[in-house]
């Protein structure tokens, strides 16, 4: 047979045989067909091109982005600067306390020494001015920056003999020691010439007595000198040619000072100009009386005192009259609280050693550090605070008289401040529990910290409306507002 014999011979295949995947039409079905389909290709990779300026500008906002972008800028700035003067003119604008420049006797606890207290044997065997010399370490550190002595020169001194002291002190020898021994341990130290006759005759060389003395005194390295207002050299003459001798002396460390102790109710004026005669005005807080005051009289003394202006006049506090013993630490309170410089007087209680916790000693310490290192004690404001004045007191004498008895002493209070550092000093002479009445005081913080009492035993917070005085107790209460002490 042929090989090419019809449409069913072998040159071809019926559709009928066509196995899977091939097709079974026209050319189609031939054997050229793809057995598998292959899969598409990828894409050509295109590399990364950064964006035109026209393209980040239209990206951007459009092309007035630019200049929008550099107004916002410059308008940050400016506010920012604004922000920052509006806070500097608040700060210089705003009322604020002015810092002192104080000299060295108005940071500075005076300490009065009379020479009849020194005149006994100490336990040590060491007596007078030896005794004296070995207590300087121990008093300096106490906060004590300059003793006065009272009493070294007789009443009867004279232009010839002022350099020479009295029997009841010691020799001049000794005074020098107790110079020297006071210089080393850091103690300025200030003669107290009250009531001695300084008018004596004129020298040979037409010198005044005064400066005379003054040299001699000054050489020696003294401080200071203390007259009273009633001696012959309280004139403005006098003082002018003492402060003359002052300038030979003096330096910035340690400039000589003129105390005039107030004798009167009213210190004579001296007219000199704008020169400056007196450095220190020291006062009395309770008047001198031969007897011992009374509760009534110590607490208008001390009242009276508060509400009296104060003078240009640096003041220097001592107690003056005599009080009993339970209103010795108040009046050490109120004398280390107002302003000016305490002169506190000897006391041997300020030596012991004994149940330090509860001593004079203790509370002493603790004031002269508070005053040390609060502006508000050293040299703030003052203001009186009428809590419970002798007016709220009135009424009730009145209705007590058929009873023929006194009200109790009013609870006396007063304020030291600096900025917004406040100190509330409270005083209770009388002999009964007193309570404050904080409505007549609007305004003041009404939460507060004890920084010292006068039984040194009140530690912590407190509060003004539940705070209660025990008798003859003193307290000073650093103020503020509720929930900002920790």
Same mark, same amino acid.
């Given at each position: 047979?042929?090989?090419?014999?019809?449409?069913?011979?072998?040159?071809?295949?019926?559709?009928?045989?066509?196995?899977? =995947?091939?097709?079974?039409?026209?050319?189609?079905?031939?054997?050229?067909?793809?057995?598998?389909?292959?899969?598409?290709?990828?894409?050509?990779?295109?590399?990364?091109?950064?964006?035109?300026?026209?393209?980040?500008?239209?990206?951007?906002?459009?092309?007035?982005?630019?200049?929008?972008?550099?107004?916002?800028?410059?308008?940050?700035?400016?506010?920012?600067?604004?922000?920052?003067?509006?806070?500097?003119?608040?700060?210089?604008?705003?009322?604020?306390?002015?810092?002192?420049?104080?000299?060295?006797?108005?940071?500075?606890?005076?300490?009065?020494?009379?020479?009849?207290?020194?005149?006994?044997?100490?336990?040590? =065997?060491?007596?007078?001015?030896?005794?004296?010399?070995?207590?300087?370490?121990?008093?300096?550190?106490?906060?004590?920056?300059?003793?006065?002595?009272?009493?070294?020169?007789?009443?009867?001194?004279?232009?010839?003999?002022?350099?020479?002291?009295?029997?009841?002190?010691?020799?001049?020898?000794?005074?020098?020691?107790?110079?020297?021994?006071?210089?080393?341990?850091?103690?300025?130290?200030?003669?107290?010439?009250?009531?001695?006759?300084?008018?004596?005759?004129?020298?040979?060389?037409?010198?005044?007595?005064?400066?005379?003395?003054?040299?001699?005194?000054?050489?020696?390295?003294?401080?200071?000198?203390?007259?009273?207002?009633?001696?012959?050299?309280?004139? =403005?003459?006098?003082?002018?040619?003492?402060?003359?001798?002052?300038?030979?002396?003096?330096?910035?460390?340690?400039?000589?000072?003129?105390?005039?102790?107030?004798?009167?109710?009213?210190?004579?004026?001296?007219?000199?100009?704008?020169?400056?005669?007196?450095?220190?005005?020291?006062?009395?807080?309770?008047?001198?009386?031969?007897?011992?005051?009374?509760?009534?009289?110590?607490?208008?003394?001390?009242?009276?005192?508060?509400?009296?202006?104060?003078?240009?006049?640096?003041?220097?506090?001592?107690?003056?009259?005599?009080?009993?013993?339970?209103?010795?630490?108040?009046?050490?309170?109120?004398?280390?609280?107002?302003?000016?410089?305490?002169?506190?007087?000897?006391?041997?209680?300020?030596?012991?050693?004994?149940?330090?916790?509860?001593?004079?000693?203790?509370?002493?310490?603790?004031?002269?550090?508070?005053?040390?290192?609060?502006?508000?004690?050293?040299?703030?404001?003052?203001?009186?605070?009428?809590?419970?004045?002798?007016?709220?007191?009135?009424?009730?004498?009145?209705?007590?008289?058929?009873?023929?008895?006194?009200?109790?002493?009013?609870?006396?209070?007063?304020?030291?401040?600096?900025?917004?550092?406040?100190?509330?000093?409270?005083?209770?002479?009388?002999?009964?529990?007193? =309570?404050?009445?904080?409505?007549?005081?609007?305004?003041?913080?009404?939460?507060?910290?004890?920084?010292?009492?006068?039984?040194?035993?009140?530690?912590?917070?407190?509060?003004?409306?539940?705070?209660?005085?025990?008798?003859?107790?003193?307290?000073?209460?650093?103020?503020?507002?509720?929930?900002?002490?920790?």
């Amino acid at each position: 047979m042929p090989l090419n014999a019809g449409a069913t011979g072998y040159g071809s295949v019926t559709g009928s045989v066509a196995g899977p =995947g091939l097709s079974a039409s026209g050319a189609g079905g031939s054997e050229s067909a793809p057995l598998l389909i292959p899969e598409p290709e990828p894409a050509p990779y295109q590399r990364w091109q950064p964006l035109t300026k026209e393209e980040l500008e239209l990206a951007a906002g459009g092309p007035h982005w630019k200049k929008a972008r550099c107004y916002l800028l410059l308008l940050f700035w400016l506010a920012w600067v604004a922000m920052i003067s509006g806070a500097i003119a608040v700060l210089m604008t705003s009322p604020r306390p002015v810092a002192m420049t104080l000299e060295w006797w108005q940071k500075t606890l005076f300490y009065r020494l009379q020479p009849e207290l020194l005149a006994g044997k100490r336990a040590g =065997g060491s007596e007078g001015v030896t005794a004296l010399c070995e207590q300087l370490p121990s008093l300096r550190a106490l906060g004590i920056g300059a003793l006065i002595l009272e009493g070294l020169f007789d009443e009867k001194a004279s232009s010839l003999n002022l350099n020479v002291t009295g029997d009841r002190f010691g020799t001049l020898p000794q005074i020098q020691r107790l110079l020297i021994e006071s210089h080393r341990a850091d103690l300025k130290v200030v003669l107290d010439v009250c009531e001695v006759d300084l008018s004596g005759p004129r020298d040979v060389a037409d010198d005044t007595f005064p400066q005379h003395a003054l040299r001699f005194w000054l050489e020696q390295g003294v401080a200071g000198f203390v007259i009273c207002d009633t001696d012959a050299a309280y004139s =403005g003459k006098t003082l002018l040619e003492w402060k003359g001798v002052f300038k030979e002396f003096g330096s910035e460390e340690m400039k000589r000072i003129v105390v005039v102790k107030q004798t009167r109710d009213v210190l004579p004026p001296l007219d000199q100009g704008n020169v400056t005669l007196v450095d220190v005005v020291m006062r009395s807080i309770l008047p001198f009386s031969q007897y011992l005051l009374s509760t009534k009289e110590v607490a208008v003394a001390i009242e009276t005192r508060l509400q009296t202006s104060g003078e240009d006049l640096w003041p220097s506090w001592t107690v003056g009259g005599e009080a009993s013993l339970e209103l010795k630490e108040l009046l050490l309170v109120l004398l280390m609280t107002l302003p000016g410089s305490p002169a506190v007087r000897y006391d041997e209680d300020l030596n012991q050693a004994q149940d330090k916790e509860r001593s004079v000693a203790a509370l002493f310490s603790t004031l002269a550090d508070s005053r040390a290192q609060e502006e508000a004690l050293l040299f703030g404001s003052f203001t009186f605070l009428p809590f419970n004045s002798s007016s709220n007191s009135s009424s009730s004498s009145s209705s007590s008289s058929s009873n023929s008895t006194l009200p109790p002493p009013p609870i006396l209070a007063f304020l030291r401040s600096w900025g917004c550092v406040h100190f509330l000093v409270l005083l209770n002479v009388g002999p009964e529990p007193g =309570g404050l009445d904080a409505a007549r005081a609007p305004g003041l913080p009404t939460a507060g910290v004890f920084v010292a009492n006068s039984r040194m035993d009140r530690v912590g917070s407190t509060t003004l409306d539940t705070l209660v005085l025990r008798p003859r107790e003193a307290a000073v209460v650093k103020l503020f507002e509720p929930g900002s002490y920790s």
